[in-house]
């Protein structure tokens, strides 16, 4: 079975800190994929990237940024120079894409960022 | 429109009461899940419909119905509900198949129970 490990509870930095969160996920597959959402006080999770198990290319988009490592089974998404609206929870997320993989998203327990002016 | 809509947003209901909450998906998705999130715990999943059947349902007590009449559309009726039942109750749709990729996720339901 899958499992997906967000060690950092709550997080709390001022703005214009640059902030990690960590994901450490186990799987025996070798085919998946690796998930950010963002969870702002409104309550729906908001997708943030999809990463495939064959593409490790970090990824850059604007302040956000993605370091897949397969090496130490890791996914993690760093803010550089946090603002107040980058405040919420953040999962990690993993599914599986063999055929006969579960393409439920297995969830990590999500890690709380607060970012204070 | 938003991809995944659910309704109602905010629902108070005594414990004898039965309701129904409702997720809509304009995404063209072909399965459908339910997810509770209580305060301080980790997203649970409760249902997931692929091509409208039911294929998982995590041990979930009864007084939880679910019901999907369409690709579209997916109910969660309640019945009987307990005070800790009270949570944030998240909708989601995916796609599956050669192209499966991300949850799309609903704005959720902030159930409360008296």
């Known amino acids: 079975a899958q499992k997906v490990t967000q060690a950092q509870t709550e997080i709390s930095v001022v703005e214009k800190e640059d902030v990690t969160l960590d994901c450490v996920y186990e799987t025996r597959d070798t085919t998946y994929y690796l998930f950010w959402y963002k969870q702002p006080p409104s309550g729906e999770l908001v997708f943030l990237i999809r990463r495939n198990s064959f593409d490790e290319q970090n990824e850059i988009s604007g302040r956000y940024s993605w370091n897949f490592q397969k090496s130490t089974s890791s996914f993690n998404f760093t803010i550089t120079a946090s603002q107040v609206v980058d405040s919420a929870v953040y999962f990690c997320a993993l599914t599986l894409l063999s055929s006969g993989g579960s393409y439920i998203p297995t969830f990590g327990r999500g890690t709380s960022l607060i970012v204070h002016p | 429109e938003t991809g995944v809509t659910q309704t109602p947003r905010h629902l108070v209901m005594g414990m004898t009461n039965k309701k129904s909450l409702k997720c809509e998906q304009h995404?063209?998705?072909?399965?459908m899940y339910w997810y509770k999130q209580s305060a301080k715990k980790p997203l649970e999943l409760m249902f997931v419909y692929s091509l409208e059947e039911r294929v998982e349902n995590n041990s979930v007590p009864s007084r939880f119905s679910p019901e999907c009449p369409n690709s579209s559309h997916l109910f969660l009726h309640l019945h009987t509900l307990q005070p800790e039942d009270s949570a944030l109750y998240l909708c989601a749709s995916s796609q599956l198949g050669m192209g499966r990729g991300e949850a799309f996720f609903g704005q959720g339901t902030r159930l409360t129970v008296v």
């Open positions: 995404l063209g998705h072909n399965a």
